[in-house]
């Protein structure tokens, strides 16, 4: 497994000065075709928010991911790049085999899960976070941040799953916690109650204090702390 070295005094120190907060916001990836690339994003179940024309000139049209704060837009005349040449489009998910699960029962192709190589970074594959090596199978240690699946739209523009549990230190804001769907929300909490049950056969008794427990332990997982033990 990638061995993550991070400048942790640099991550977990936001600046008190700012002044507005900068939220990314949209993505505009180049299609060809745009009503085959809005029946391929119609597919994979993403929420249609925007479908606009003038003419024959000029169209937008904007889809989200389900519990995604960023959209996506392409249309016609939105951007000089060339059709699928937008690659390592990243949606973080908290279960990879669910994420794969649901695109193969839209019939949508998607990649085996695979893993960095370690610390060897170049090889033959497309690159992607950890380089060019991707190593079949999830991360051995289904590490936060380590294991990832691939697909594509059909022209090409390429995504990742990758798949994260606990978030690094900095990475969300101290002074609140919050999950973007239900099904995140759903995750955390089994996590906390397998490692809750862990918990009381340590302490060899029910903790009648389970629910303090678990709200102290899905804080601190997705702020990067250490956990409760």
């Known amino acids: 497994m990638a061995t993550l070295?991070?400048?942790?005094?640099?991550?977990?120190?936001?600046?008190?000065?700012?002044?507005?907060?900068?939220k990314l916001e949209v993505v505009v990836i180049p299609v060809s075709d745009v009503d085959r690339a809005k029946?391929?994003?119609?597919?994979?179940?993403?929420?249609l928010d925007a479908d606009f024309a003038s003419g024959g000139d000029w169209r937008v049209i904007q889809f989200t991911p389900p519990g995604s704060a960023c959209s996506v837009i392409f249309g016609r005349n939105v951007t000089a790049a060339a059709p699928g040449s937008a690659r390592g489009l990243y949606l973080i998910v908290s279960d990879l085999e669910a994420a794969r699960q649901d695109l193969l029962?839209?019939?949508?192709?998607?990649?085996?899960?695979?893993?960095?190589?370690?610390?060897?970074?170049?090889?033959?594959?497309?690159?992607?976070?950890?380089?060019?090596i991707r190593v079949s199978g999830a991360d051995p240690m289904r590490g936060s941040y380590g294991s990832f699946a691939a697909f594509s739209d059909p022209d090409g523009n390429g995504w990742?799953?990758?798949?994260?549990?606990?978030?690094l230190p900095g990475r969300i804001a101290g002074d609140g916690t919050n999950f973007p769907s239900q099904t995140d929300l759903a995750a955390a909490l089994r996590r906390a109650s397998v490692a809750h049950g862990e918990h009381e056969k340590r302490t060899g008794g029910h903790d009648d204090n389970w629910a303090d427990w678990y709200a102290d332990y899905i804080v601190r997982e997705q702020a990067g702390q250490p956990l409760p033990s």
């Open 5 to 22: 070295e991070i400048d942790r005094e640099a991550g977990t120190k936001p600046s008190p000065s700012r002044g507005v907060d900068l």
């Open 39 to 47: 029946a391929f994003y119609m597919r994979l179940g993403w929420r």
């Open 105 to 132: 029962d839209r019939g949508i192709a998607v990649s085996e899960p695979f893993h960095g190589g370690g610390d060897v970074h170049a090889g033959p594959d497309e690159p992607y976070l950890f380089g060019s």
């Open 160 to 167: 990742l799953f990758q798949e994260v549990t606990t978030r």
